[in-house]
């Protein structure tokens, strides 16, 4: 066994391809879009050692061209999540004992081959597969997964680290970082690739094992992850993918004894809803199971009267409507001083006319399709009814269509009412619900954004007055976990700005960050004495005479 304290790679972010016009990497990309949309997957799970096919299969098509058989998976039952905890249990004795820099090389691995020859795979599955432009696709399943798995690896060593400053004489203490006793289950959403691969990860790096329960329409991705998990050497059993659903996935991992923690990113209310699970079953556990989530966002942009509305509609633009808005930190909600607001709008709505909106494999088209069905209900249902709104305008987009896929243009609405649905609600899509404030009343209007929303994940100031600055970050300090100044509330890159929110939001353990790591393990301190006492009495005990 290989003996040394070792360092590990320094981490850097990893850079971002363009696709510009002519360039090799665009080339590249679209032969890979290619090959892709020539065949039809047949995706199994992925339990243990075997590749599970139910025969239940669901078909998969690109939100932007219904039309289209990408592939299809096999959905499992109850029966497959007790085989998948199973063998994540049975994977765990190996995969805790094995030594921490064995762990980081399987992981640095699958970031470089993330960044190299899987690059052009996963980014052309999540243009397909998530209806993400080629740019959105390289940012997030290239990019910011490199960048989880790289960093990760040096948090861990990191924690690993950290020691007790203080020995006394005679005396040896030390800190041992234990994985958790049990299993971890990750819950991945459809909208980011990299969270889907950070959140079975990040556990499973610091010696835990996952069962992985991905949203269906992030299947198409997601086998491509696990291809790459494999290539790299990660063992059977430390992650394994499953397709079943929520509530029967439930009804198991949160009756069994050995859950030891959820990481889950998705809705507010389905996690507030599986927390209450988790309380109500807590006398089944062997621990207090760990408790990770990132929920949902009702974003906001504040802006200054001092604020440029250039740079303001700019940031409206990519903040709300870059991979439709389906962001979590998706600009959907501004405030805008009254001095400002017609050359904002002049300028958004220039912006708005110039984009365009189609399919993933036109690289000129800025907005595509959202995710399916269900979502793109939700969300005409809000357009359609501003439309019919007392006091609510809509001044840009408000058209849906759904025929050949789940097209949703770019929506503007202007509201009187502060407190109108559309400017509290999270919505999940590309609509904008803006309210003009007068100018003068600057410091009402942080109290509105402060308590006009449950939720508490991004946000921004647009200013160039300090004063006002510091006041917006004074006043907001809990209306956003991620706090931006003159610039766009998307956008977080890992090592820079960890993510999360509070309130309705989350459990704000910044994922990217050594925060989120630690919730992973469980601390044992070991103190050595190396000459033992043999003498029960203390010196006080000694009499006076």
Same mark, same amino acid.
């Given at each position: ?14 850079? /971002? ?25 047949? +995706? ?7 590749? /599970? ?6 078909? +998969? ?24 905890? *199973? ?37 052309? &599955? ?23 798995? @790289? ?26 970082? @234990?994985? =958790? ?17 950070? $959140? ?7 010696? *835990? ?27 059977? %059993? ?77 940031? =409206?633009?990519? %903040? ?26 002049? *300028?958004? =709505?220039?912006?708005? !006319? ?41 001044? !840009? ?36 619900? +803006? #309210?003009? #404030? ?10 509105? /954004? ?17 004063? &006002? ?7 907001? @300090? ?6 931006? +100044? ?16 509070? @309130?309705?939001?989350?459990? *704000?353990?910044?994922?990217?960050? $050594?925060?989120? $790591? ?14 033992? !006492?043999?003498? #029960? ?9």
């Amino acid at each position: 066994m290989l003996k040394g304290f070792f360092n590990v790679p320094e981490p850097s972010n990893e850079p /971002v391809r363009n696709y510009a016009p002519g360039s090799k990497e665009r080339g590249s990309l679209q032969a890979a879009l290619k090959a892709a949309s020539d065949q039809v997957v047949d +995706i199994p799970m992925y339990i243990g050692s075997e590749e /599970v096919k139910t025969g239940k299969t669901t078909p +998969i098509h690109p939100p932007h061209n219904r039309q289209h058989l990408l592939g299809q998976f096999h959905s499992g039952d109850k029966e497959h999540v007790t085989q998948a905890i *199973n063998a994540a249990l049975g994977a765990k004795p190996a995969w805790e004992n094995m030594q921490w820099e064995q762990r980081a090389a399987i992981f640095l691995k699958i970031a470089d081959l993330l960044a190299g020859p899987y690059r052009d795979k996963i980014n052309a &599955a999540t243009m397909l597969g998530q209806s993400k432009n080629a740019y959105q696709a390289e940012i997030d399943a290239a990019c910011e997964l490199i960048d989880f798995l @790289r960093f990760n690896v040096k948090f861990m060593t990191e924690i690993y680290a950290q020691q007790p400053p203080i020995s006394g004489e005679g005396i040896w203490n030390r800190l041992e970082q @234990r994985p =958790l006793e049990g299993f971890v289950f990750a819950i991945t959403p459809f909208n980011f690739t990299a969270i889907a691969g950070n $959140l079975p990860t990040a556990p499973a790096m610091m010696g *835990n094992t996952v069962v992985w329960k991905p949203a269906e329409t992030q299947i198409y991705s997601a086998k491509v992850l696990m291809e790459v998990f494999k290539e790299a050497g990660l063992p059977d %059993g430390v992650i394994n993918l499953i397709y079943v659903d929520g509530p029967d996935a439930g009804d198991v991992v949160f009756s069994h004894p050995d859950f030891a923690g959820l990481h889950f990113t998705g809705s507010t209310g389905v996690f507030q809803s599986l927390w209450k699970l988790i309380g109500n079953n807590i006398s089944k556990y062997k621990t207090y199971p760990r408790i990770v989530g990132e929920t949902g966002g009702k974003d906001f942009v504040i802006a200054h009267k001092s604020a440029d509305p250039k740079a303001l509609a700019t940031a =409206l633009s990519r %903040g709300a409507f870059e991979f439709q808005g389906q962001k979590c930190s998706a600009a959907s909600r501004a405030y805008i001083p009254s001095n400002l607001w017609e050359s904002v709008k002049e *300028n958004l =709505l220039a912006d708005l !006319a110039s984009m365009k909106m189609g399919g993933t494999e036109d690289f000129g088209n800025f907005i595509n399709a959202v995710i399916d069905e269900k979502a793109f209900d939700k969300i005409s249902g809000y357009i359609e009814a501003a439309k019919t709104a007392p006091n609510v305008e809509i001044i !840009a987009g408000g058209n849906c269509d759904k025929t050949k896929g789940f097209f949703i243009e770019p929506t503007v609405i202007l509201v009187q009412d502060p407190m109108y649905k559309t400017m509290v609600e999270e919505i999940f899509g590309p609509v904008l619900t +803006i #309210y003009v #404030y007068q100018a003068d009343h600057f410091e009402e209007a942080l109290e509105l /954004v402060d308590q006009s929303s449950p939720y508490a994940l991004t946000g921004a100031i647009f200013s160039k007055d300090r004063y &006002a600055v510091e006041m917006a970050t004074t006043k907001l @300090r809990h209306a956003a976990g991620n706090f931006y +100044i003159n610039d766009k509330p998307t956008g977080a890159v890992v090592g820079q700005q960890p993510f999360g929110g509070s @309130r309705a939001s989350g459990t *704000n353990d910044k994922a990217g960050s $050594l925060i989120n $790591l630690l919730r992973w393990v469980s601390p044992r301190t070991i103190k050595e004495t190396f000459v033992s !006492a043999t003498d #029960y009495r203390y010196p006080f005990l000694g009499s006076d005479k």
